[in-house]
């Protein structure tokens, strides 16, 4: 829909007139909110079932047992690590002896991380007003964090880009303490008592190479990948169209359809829901009540950009 902006009050050029119309019209409201409605779904397949379940497990020893104990969950980007994470973190339970939204926490690693940036970023997701951790405060600062986790009640720490672990920093001269991050993590394992779970991607399977002392706290080692084009696929797909009210979107059952998608995509989640939403975007524009494959064609033209060296798995107009 294009908008034809009039404000008097205003001395835009006309150039300045056409980009704000343009940005205002990409997609409607409707669709805007049929998208949301279909970014927001969660699809739980056999494979995040069982990973939920080591979850599950390692924060039960953690809180009722006091044997806190790690995972390492690999795989590629966009084969769910982190949005599993997030789902476990928002879904858990309330508990008298837990502070609510605290009971698992997330950080994000990055390379050569050091012992205080891992205090800081405790700090920070447990709201303490201080989060700035000098060198020579490294211990102290980290007395802080172990009360503070043991306070809130939290027991389970995801780490996120966890293979940024293996790039240990260097320590400064003179300085014969192990300040890495790996150690600090071991030392909130057996302080505060929190399990760990470790997401990153294939190099994470050297961690024993690297950081012995992590490596033996680990005691679930699992894995995530794309989808095959098979059963599982198949159901994801129809279980997602399945649930949705905003459009029709049956036709990712159809057996050619699901088989082109899978193309697309290369049966990575994160893929697969970008494209999808672009196409309820297309479709709810377009004033259609079902997404069809014309639909799903301009959704992977916009999606995958003009330079992409595969063809359309949806044809050509």
């Not at 835009?12 to 704000?20: D, H, P």
């Not at 012992?115 to 020579?136: E, K």
């Not at 002392?213 to 599982?232: C, E, I, K, Q, W």
């Not at 672009?278 to 959704?299: G, I």
């Amino acid at each position: 829909m294009q908008l034809d902006i009039i404000d008097p009050s205003d001395d835009w050029s006309e150039e300045e007139r056409q980009v704000r119309a343009r940005r205002m019209a990409t997609y409607s409201i409707k669709a805007i909110l049929a998208a949301r409605e279909i970014a927001r779904k969660y699809v739980i397949f056999p494979e995040l079932r069982a990973v939920l379940a080591a979850f599950d497990r390692v924060y039960q020893l953690s809180r009722e047992v006091g044997l806190p104990q790690g995972i390492v969950l690999t795989g590629p980007p966009g084969s769910s690590k982190t949005s599993v994470a997030t789902y476990f973190m928002r879904s858990l339970p309330p508990a008298s002896d837990v502070a609510d939204g605290f009971g698992a926490l997330s950080l994000r690693m990055r390379p050569s991380a050091s012992a205080g940036f891992v205090i800081s970023q405790i700090l920070n997701a447990v709201r303490h007003p201080f989060t700035t951790v000098r060198q020579d405060r490294i211990t102290p600062m980290r007395d802080i964090a172990c009360e503070a986790l043991q306070h809130k009640g939290t027991r389970v720490i995801f780490v996120d880009e966890a293979q940024c672990l293996l790039q240990r920093s260097r320590p400064r001269a003179g300085d014969d303490r192990d300040t890495s991050a790996g150690n600090l993590l071991r030392e909130m394992m057996d302080i505060a008592g929190v399990g760990l779970v470790l997401l990153g991607d294939h190099r994470l399977h050297s961690l024993e190479e690297v950081d012995q002392g992590l490596a033996d706290r680990v005691s679930v080692r699992m894995s995530l990948g794309p989808f095959g084009n098979d059963g599982t696929w198949a159901t994801f797909l129809s279980e997602l169209a399945r649930n949705v009210k905003a459009i029709d979107l049956g036709l990712l059952a159809d057996d050619s359809v699901r088989a082109s998608t899978h193309a697309a995509t290369g049966g990575c989640r994160r893929a697969v829901m970008r494209l999808v939403v672009e196409a309820v975007l297309v479709a709810v524009d377009a004033e259609s009540t079902a997404v069809t494959q014309a639909h799903l064609r301009l959704a992977y033209q916009r999606t995958s950009g003009p330079c992409h060296a595969v063809p359309n798995p949806y044809g050509n107009d």
